[in-house]
Structure formats: structure tokens, C-alpha cells
């Protein structure tokens, strides 16, 4: 048994060694066949440094700004007493009581609606610390082909699996398997159970979970008998969960299957081939999952044990109309928004043609003009270019996620003449000095933009001219299969991950920068500070001057880990803001410069002081 220490955890640094100890040890168990039991997680959950990193890590967050039942933000938090805040939380945790959900509906991309939870603000926090402690436990005992709502995981990967399968195998036939309901059909004690059976042993945080599970519904129930709502930040982590017990009888019947004999690489298949089991090779992206397999009477076969063994072991069930058997030798499955079929022959099976699924593409078309039409409403600048990035960000998504497809550029170029034309007409109705101009001429996505001449409607702002980018920059782009020792647990896996994170080019990671920020900033007016748009717009240019390093310890930047330091953030706002005065650095680096704590490294000493004495200088000056 695991019992954690129940110890002061200090800071940051050391509540990642317990996370990475916790990784490792369940990892450790599940490889050698023993008990997971992990005991002591209530105290972690309760500790003042994990509240601190769930509360940032909900800031960071979009829907921070999403109100619950009660009301509240994530700014009613930030801007209260930090003890009070602190104390707050701890008491709740101890004596948890979730309030009701707000109902929320969205439409989803087959045009139906999805029903959300959302949680107040106070039940996120509490469950992001239960998720932040929980998570490296499960990731460790998940099956390594579950893509869906794992850190460090997307689409992209899980769909090169399934295209690899046929390459190597020759396998064509498919369950494309779809599961009634899922989210909403989540029974709490088989739930409950799942988590006992994979270590989590502390009986106070199961309580804490099981009153999240039944957490009532604003004008709709006081308590909630079923399923795990979709919008609460520990479902997605509960929802892989719950389908492991799935994964690992799955994989037992063939992928894991235990065999007499210790046998290397393909040899162990060429040995169970001989047997009357029955081969499949088995994907799952949350509840989406397709298995793959040699001939359609094996995948009948397949396809019934599994519908029972759901419905004894999980209480859900398959649907029977979305859950199809199919040839990909004569007709596309459809998976994660894409059409796959197999093309040519390869050595040992097919190679894979994709392409974009054209029934969701045209709601998302649908989606994307509304989005334009709302540009033609003229508020000030800042707000018009606010929804330009907007569209950017929608736009370069879409590609984005397609250029998976291998023929994403075509299928994507049918609908870019009529999207850029109502881009241009919306902007020349709000703005009179809307024109176009060649796409490597515009100061915004020059990752994107610098490579093309086409010409893009664009608007002046600030000495800039600020592009809508275009449908048809888009490309097929190969993804990389997944390093199984990626993860956020591990030092080697972290590495693997900023390696990965590292190969995009400098100027596409500025780019980043810029995109993902500015909207964001815009919309919670802190356009007045010295945080204006010359601030987000430069910053990717003192990125690149710095060659995408920090300036101080040198370790290489990402938009997850970098700050923009003002050299002198007492100069007038027409000057605080040019490239020169910003430095790049990352979050720990500039925490110091703030500080005025002595610095224990003796390589960064002299460049923290260096900075540290600008500001004393600058302030003295101010005040004199």
C-alpha cells in the first residue's frame, strides 16, 4: 500500500515529485501484476499549494469566465482575500456539499444539442484539486491506444493508430463502435468501484466523488441518481475510468493476450494466429472507439460479446444503428470527423486515403459565416479586432484539425472563395478602410500568411495591417504515432513532449503567442493597462529576437511557460511597449526578477539582478 506522507507541501516543485511518485509507483504495480492501493490523497487534495495550481490552471481556462448556479466567476476568487479563499475552499473540501449545476445547451456538430453541467466556480476548484492528485494514478493503469481526454494526447493520434492497423495487419473490416448516451448513462457504483479497484483507497475523496456524481440540477433535480455531467472538469478524467475495466477485457482477448511462451515483436501474433482466437486490434478516443479485425463473421461475433459484456459489466449499451460493421476495402468508416478507406497495397496490408467528413464540414461552414455576419457591427477597434482573431483562431482550427486529410486542401477550397468574400463584406461594413492585400504583407499569423500572395481582406490598426487568413492555406500534414512514454508524469516523458512541442518552427511558436492571448486579454478589458494590443502584437517579435529562449537561464519557451518582461514598465505607454523594452523569459525566471528573495543558482544571479536593478533605477526615477 501507498501511503502518502502527510506532510507541508512547500511548493509547486515538490507537489510535481508527489504527482511524478504517484505515476511511477502505479505504473510500477500495474507492470508487475500487483494491488494498486494508494492511501493519504485527501491530505494532497486539501494542500494549499495544490488549490493554488488548480485555481490557476481554471484561470487559464476559457469557460473561467462561465457562471454556475450561484453566479460567481473566476474573478469573484481573484479578487477576494487570498487566506479567506484559501480557508474557503479547505472547509468545503472537508464537509463537501456540491451545489446545483446550471443547465447549459450547445449545439453539436451532427446539428443536434448537447446538454452541460456547468459547476460553480468553488465545486470547480475542488474538482480540479481531486483531478490534479487523482490523474497521474489513472494515467499510469490506462490502456496506451485511449486518446480521448488524456494529457499530452489529441485526434491526430489516435487516427494514425487506426491507419497504421490495416497498413500492418491487412485487417479491413471495422465495428465502428458508438455507445448509447454515454455520458448520461454513467452508473455512480460501478463508477465508484472502478476507482477502488484501480488504488484509490482513501474512502474520504470516494465520498468527495460520489457527491460530485449526484451534485442536483438547477430547475431539474435535487440529485442526480445517474451519469456524470458533461462540463464538470473531473467528468472527462471519470469517463475514461469507468471504460478501462472495457479496455482491459478488450485487449486480454488478443492485443495483451497471455501466452505460454515469451515470444519478440510479431512472433507472439504469428503464434496466437494459430489458435481459434479471434485478432483484432482495438482504438478508443473517449467514448468514440473503433476494432479492426480480418473478416466480417469474426467482427459479427465480436460486435455480440462485446453489446453483453457492456451491458452485464458497465450497464450501458451499444447503439445499434450508429454501431456498423464495415469493409474500408469498399466503404470509408467514419471516425473523429473523418472518412477513412484503405488505397494501394502495402508489404503486410493497404495504405489509408482519408478525407474530411463533408456532412460536419458544412455545419461548421454554416457555423463560421454566422461568425463572420456578426463582424459588420461596428462597436471601436479594439473590438473589431478582437473578432478578427476570433475568426482566425476558428478558421486556422478547422484546418488545423483537418489537414490530417489527405485531401484537405481540396476539400477545404471549395468553400474559401465564399467564406473570404463574406469576410470582406463584413469588414468593409464596419470598418471604411477594409482592403485587400497579398496575405505575406499582413503583421498577424506571418507563420501562416508569410508563405502565400494571395490577397486577404484586411483592416489598417495602429500603423498594422491586420489579415483574415483564408481556407485554402491549408496543406496534409502527417501525424507522428505516440511515444507511449510522453507524459506529464515522468522527467523523460516531459522531455519527450517539449521535444515534440520544440520541432514546430520559431516563427509558427510566436505566432502562438499572439493568437491564443489577445483575445482573450481584449475581452477582459485590460485593453487600458500597459497590456494593449502593441504589447501582444511585439511580443512575438522579442520572441523571435530571443531566438525562443529565456533571456535569463536560457531553457526553451513555449506559450505555456513564457512571460513578456517589461525592461522599464514606467515608460510612457507609446514607448513601454516597443520590441526593445520587452524580454522574453520564463515563469520562474520572472518571478525572481519580481522578488526580492536571494537567488540560490549562481548561473542566473548576475542576469536577475541585472533586471531587478533596471526596475529599482526606473522607480527611483519615477519617484524623483
Not at 428 to 447: F, M, P, T
Amino acid at each position: 500500500m501507498v501511503q502518502i506522507p502527510n506532510n507541508h507541501i512547500e511548493n509547486e516543485k515538490e507537489l510535481r515529485n508527489i504527482l511524478d511518485n504517484l505515476y511511477c509507483k502505479a505504473k510500477e504495480n500495474k507492470e508487475q501484476g500487483l494491488k494498486q492501493k494508494f492511501n493519504g490523497l485527501f491530505e494532497l487534495i486539501l494542500s494549499e499549494v495544490t488549490i493554488l495550481t488548480a485555481i490557476h490552471n481554471i484561470k487559464s481556462n476559457k469557460g473561467s469566465k462561465t457562471k454556475g448556479s450561484n453566479n460567481e466567476t473566476i474573478d469573484d476568487i481573484l479578487q477576494s482575500d487570498y487566506n479567506k479563499v484559501i480557508e474557503r475552499i479547505q472547509k468545503n473540501i472537508r464537509n463537501y456539499r456540491p451545489k446545483l449545476v446550471r443547465r447549459k445547451e450547445i449545439l453539436k456538430s451532427n446539428g443536434k444539442v448537447r446538454k452541460l453541467g456547468i459547476p460553480t466556480i468553488e465545486d470547480r476548484i475542488i474538482q480540479e484539486c481531486v483531478r490534479i492528485i487523482m490523474e497521474p494514478i489513472m494515467e499510469a493503469q490506462f490502456y496506451k491506444h485511449s486518446y480521448g481526454f488524456r494529457p499530452m494526447r489529441n485526434p491526430h493520434m489516435s487516427l494514425e493508430r487506426v491507419a497504421d492497423i490495416p497498413f500492418k495487419t491487412g485487417y479491413t473490416w471495422v465495428i465502428e463502435g458508438d455507445i448509447k448516451g454515454y455520458f448520461d448513462t454513467i452508473n455512480h457504483r460501478i463508477l465508484i468501484k472502478q476507482l477502488w479497484n484501480m488504488g484509490i483507497k482513501d474512502k474520504r475523496v470516494l465520498m468527495i466523488i460520489k457527491n460530485m456524481l449526484k451534485a442536483g440540477i438547477m430547475n431539474e433535480c435535487d440529485t442526480n441518481e445517474l451519469g456524470a455531467p458533461q462540463g464538470g472538469i473531473i467528468s472527462p478524467l471519470l469517463a475514461n475510468v469507468y471504460l478501462t475495466a472495457f479496455d482491459n477485457w478488450l485487449i486480454r482477448e488478443w492485443e495483451e493476450k497471455k501466452t505460454q511462451h515469451q515470444y519478440t515483436g510479431r512472433h507472439k501474433y504469428e503464434a496466437l494466429k494459430k489458435t481459434k482466437l479471434k485478432p483484432f486490434y482495438y482504438v478508443r478516443y473517449a467514448d468514440d472507439w473503433v476494432l479492426i479485425t480480418n473478416s466480417r463473421e469474426n467482427a459479427n461475433k465480436l460486435k455480440y460479446k462485446i453489446k453483453k459484456w457492456l451491458e452485464n459489466n458497465l450497464k450501458i449499451e451499444l447503439s445499434e444503428g450508429k454501431t456498423k460493421i464495415t469493409n474500408m476495402k469498399k466503404k470509408a468508416i467514419k471516425f473523429l470527423g473523418f472518412d477513412i478507406k484503405t488505397g494501394k497495397k502495402s508489404t503486410f496490408g493497404y495504405t489509408t486515403i482519408s478525407s474530411i467528413d463533408e456532412r460536419r464540414l458544412k455545419l461548421k461552414m454554416k457555423e463560421l459565416q454566422k461568425d463572420i455576419r456578426r463582424l459588420r457591427v461596428y462597436i471601436n477597434d479594439n473590438d473589431t479586432i478582437n473578432k478578427i482573431n476570433k475568426i482566425n483562431s476558428i478558421i486556422r482550427g478547422i484546418v488545423q484539425y483537418y489537414e490530417w486529410a489527405t485531401r484537405v486542401n481540396v476539400q477545404l477550397k471549395k468553400y474559401d472563395n465564399s467564406i473570404v468574400y463574406t469576410c470582406y463584406k463584413a469588414l468593409k461594413k464596419n470598418k471604411k478602410n477594409a482592403k485587400w492585400v497579398s496575405a505575406n504583407k499582413v503583421n498577424n499569423l506571418i507563420s501562416v500568411h508569410d508563405k502565400y500572395t494571395t490577397q486577404i481582406p484586411t483592416t489598417g490598426y495602429m500603423d498594422s495591417q491586420i489579415g483574415i487568413t483564408r481556407l485554402c492555406f491549408s496543406k496534409f500534414k502527417k501525424t507522428s504515432k505516440k511515444n507511449q512514454k510522453e507524459t506529464p508524469y515522468s522527467i523523460e516523458g516531459r522531455e519527450i513532449y517539449q521535444k515534440r512541442m520544440k520541432k514546430k518552427p520559431l516563427i509558427e511558436r510566436a505566432d502562438e503567442l499572439f493568437n491564443n492571448k489577445l483575445s482573450g486579454i481584449i475581452a477582459y478589458h485590460r485593453q487600458n493597462t500597459i497590456y494593449n494590443f502593441e504589447y501582444y502584437l511585439n511580443r512575438p517579435y522579442a520572441f523571435n529576437r530571443d531566438k525562443g529562449k529565456c533571456k535569463i537561464c536560457g531553457c526553451d519557451l513555449v506559450a505555456s511557460n513564457l512571460n513578456t518582461h517589461h525592461i522599464n514598465p514606467y515608460l510612457p505607454i507609446t514607448e513601454v511597449n516597443k520590441v526593445n523594452n520587452l524580454a522574453s523569459v520564463c515563469v520562474e525566471c520572472h518571478k525572481l526578477i519580481h522578488s526580492s528573495k536571494p537567488i540560490e543558482i549562481k548561473k542566473i544571479e548576475k542576469k536577475i539582478n541585472k533586471y531587478r536593478s533596471y526596475l529599482k533605477q526606473n522607480n527611483k526615477n519615477m519617484a524623483g
